[in-house]
């Protein structure tokens, strides 16, 4: 995949379009702030967040690549992180004080931080990159950006939610729902496979969707590669024919279920969960999970890689290291209601096992085609 291809893999910035490079890295990363005493409040990750750290600039140009630099046991970490600061920096932030670290994180798109890692070369000071989804990580390993992780690390999670040549792991999973309200739908209305909307005018005007997500996008480029690129655009010129309602992100989709403004909507799992939370009471909405193999319940991962090309790479192990114990991973499943990956953790009592979950049999890795699916949905008249 070519380094301005990956710029639309988060679904951010639709005026620029996904064949304009919008690169990162003249700006710099700073410290993440010591969060407040009470329990943040997480915002969707399906765009860039404005926090105080770097925000991105364009670039005119490739960087030129400099040598490797020699690694060292550094006590600064720099991390792009796709992941929202309200929803993972207290963790990062608490990671760096009992490692003695002085951790530094940049915020942004995964797709947009992806894209700023390429162009910088070997001269870019991430030592850890975080993504929200599996595609931006295989491609960043697909280019040769990532160095390969220490076997004891990779052991700790499932084969399936790590790269098979060990240059990536899942840190929390995440499952593709369709989320509906329970006052204007029954459960056994919903289709036996999410291919089924499509086409069935009982469903016009009533769900929502976002193609510009990043998840969404994840989820399409899996259609394709289970059923094929035939289905995968039937389907969505059949969603987009019933004059489903486009939002921006999973987020806007629950809070319109819960509000009966739609009555359906494809997201991940854990928003409809932060809302329940914020609210402190039930409210009128229920996830769809799909446990028959279904493309629609795709399992897909928030994941780390190390750069090759990282100045201090036994912090960055240090870190993946503490990621993936149980402190933190009981972190995932009580703070962002995630599925923890560590064997032993629990996820929230809400949701159902992991384990029983049968998702499609699909390499996450695979996902890193997303050049295929941007197009798709170019072609569609979603982009």
């Known amino acids: 995949m070519r380094r301005r291809e990956l710029l639309r893999l988060g679904g951010f910035g639709l005026a620029a379009g996904w064949s304009f490079l919008l690169g990162c890295s003249n700006a ?12 943040p409040t997480p915002r969707s990750e399906s765009t860039a967040t404005p926090v105080a750290s770097a925000t991105a600039t364009p670039t005119t140009g490739r960087a030129a690549v400099s040598p490797t630099p020699v690694r060292s046991s550094s006590g600064t970490l720099t991390i792009y ?15 760096g004080q009992e490692l003695g670290l002085d951790v530094r994180v940049r915020y942004g798109d995964t797709a947009e931080l992806a894209t700023a890692i390429l162009e910088e070369g070997n001269r870019s000071p991430a030592d850890l990159f975080f993504g929200q989804d599996a595609g931006a990580l295989g491609a960043l390993a697909k280019e040769g950006r990532l160095a390969p992780l220490p076997e004891e690390l990779l052991q700790r999670v499932p084969l399936r939610f790590r790269s098979a040549q060990g240059l990536w792991v899942g840190i929390s999973g995440r499952v593709r729902t369709v989320v ?19 086409g069935d005018e009982r469903w016009r005007g009533r769900l929502g969707w976002a193609p510009t997500n990043g998840s969404f996008q994840a989820f399409v480029t899996a259609l394709r590669r289970l059923r094929g690129e035939d289905v995968a655009r039937a389907w969505l010129e059949g969603i987009k024919a019933l004059d489903a309602r486009v939002f921006p992100n999973n987020a806007s989709i629950v809070q319109a279920v819960i509000k009966g403004e739609i009555d359906a909507g494809f997201v991940n799992h854990y928003y ?4 329940r939370a914020q609210a402190g009471r039930p409210l009128p909405a229920e996830n769809h999970f799909y446990t028959n193999g279904d493309p629609g319940g795709l399992v897909n991962v928030a994941g780390v890689g190390i750069l090759a090309s990282s100045r201090a790479s036994d912090a960055a192990q240090r870190f993946v290291e503490y990621l993936l114990s149980e402190s933190a991973q009981r972190y995932f499943a009580e703070q962002t209601f995630e599925y923890p990956l560590l064997e032993g953790v629990p996820a929230h009592p809400d949701l159902p096992p992991l384990a029983s ?3 499609p049999a699909l390499d996450l890795s695979d996902l890193d085609d997303l050049r295929g699916t941007l197009a798709l949905l170019q072609e569609v008249g979603l982009l």
């Open 28 to 39: 710099s990363p700073t410290p993440t702030p010591v969060p407040p005493a009470s329990t």
């Open 272 to 275: 409809l969960m932060r809302e």
């Open 357 to 359: 979950l049968n998702p």
């Open 81 to 95: 992180s796709g992941r929202s600061q309200s929803l993972i920096g207290p963790l990062l932030d608490r990671v």
């Open 180 to 198: 509906y309200n329970t006052e204007r739908v029954r459960a056994a209305e919903i289709p036996a496979s999410i291919v089924d909307f499509a």
